[in-house]
């Protein structure tokens, strides 16, 4: 008997002619859809208006790669961060963000990551393998449900900000993209999602050629050539002369303002020189800045003072930069930026 298919990676016109196949009607295939990408659930026992015999066909020709929740830990300031294992063993995290009026979820998009950035505690994991897209939606879909039970309201925000490089997983990212906005998914505005990367330079250019809709955020970290090969590794490969060519491409063709993450480390990138760098490097495209506070636990580099970065903001300010100063939020359950290393496994 031929291997079992994940029901998630195939289309609706493939699941219409299976039904088809078997002497079903077509518009099962319409309910059966439902199920699986609308009410998210994930096995076919749960699919109680198609009759038994569909599900006993569908259940021996396809499954369910899903995540498992594994362990979750609350943070005191109401951040939540789950592990899950994955079909074969791995395990990644996701993390529920609440605020006064949002309901963000930071998903992972490969299991470890290669491009070793010296701040980030995922990076020091080995990379394994690339989630699906199933597998990607899966977190999305279970910060769903938890916003829903917790507080009553939908997820807002997704960042694609977790375990992972998520242009080094292009078309898996894509494509849980492209369901988690479909009107016959979760229905979310693409404007909500923003994805993340250290500066994967012919895939920012990708992303502008396919025209991609979602928000893009570049991990900057300070706009010294030397400084950010010292920090990130991929800088040695793509530096920041690459990475202004792919940003002013991305801006030219989609019209989009760019997301620059700027992680504030102590003596290391934020004086009022780096500043000054970091005013001119933005000036090749409109942008936001977000200078995020960093938890130094476990870490070979301190958090800059609370008076350097607004200081370091203020200075920006001054060009007319748009710039806000984010607190790391879930720090007592190391599910901050750069946090995420599996620690529970
Ligand atoms: S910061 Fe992102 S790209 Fe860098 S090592 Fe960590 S997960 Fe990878």
Known sequence: MPDKIEIRTITKKELSDFLVEKGEKKFRAKQIWEWIWKKTITNFEEMNNIPLKIRNFLNENYKFETIEEVSSQDSSDGTIKNAFRLHD??????????????????????????????????????????????????????????????????????????????????DNVLSSIERITSEESLAMSPYRITVSTSGITKNIKRLADDNVRFELAVSLHTASNTKRSELMPINETQDLGMLSDAITYFHQKTGKRITYEYLMLKGINDSIPDAIKLAKFCKIAPCKINL??????????????????????????????IVNIRRSKGKDIDAACGQLANKTS
Not at 90 to 108: D, K, Q, Y
Not at 293 to 319: C, P, Q, R, T, V
């Open 292 to 321: 995020i506070e960093f938890n130094s636990i476990d870490s070979e580099y301190k958090k800059s003072d609370m008076e350097i970065m607004e200081k370091f903001a203020n200075h920006l300010e001054g060009y007319n930069l």
């Open 89 to 170: 063993g791995h395990v990644v995290e996701a993390v529920l963000i609440p605020s006064r009026s949002r309901t963000t979820v930071c998903v992972s998009s490969q299991v470890g990551c290669n491009l070793a950035c010296r701040f980030c505690a995922t990076g020091k994991l080995k990379m394994q393998r690339n989630l699906t897209a199933a597998e990607i939606f899966d977190q999305v879909a279970w910060a769903n449900k938890l916003s829903m039970k917790i507080f009553d309201r939908k997820l807002t925000n997704i960042v694609y900000m977790g375990m992972g490089e998520p242009l080094l997983n292009y």
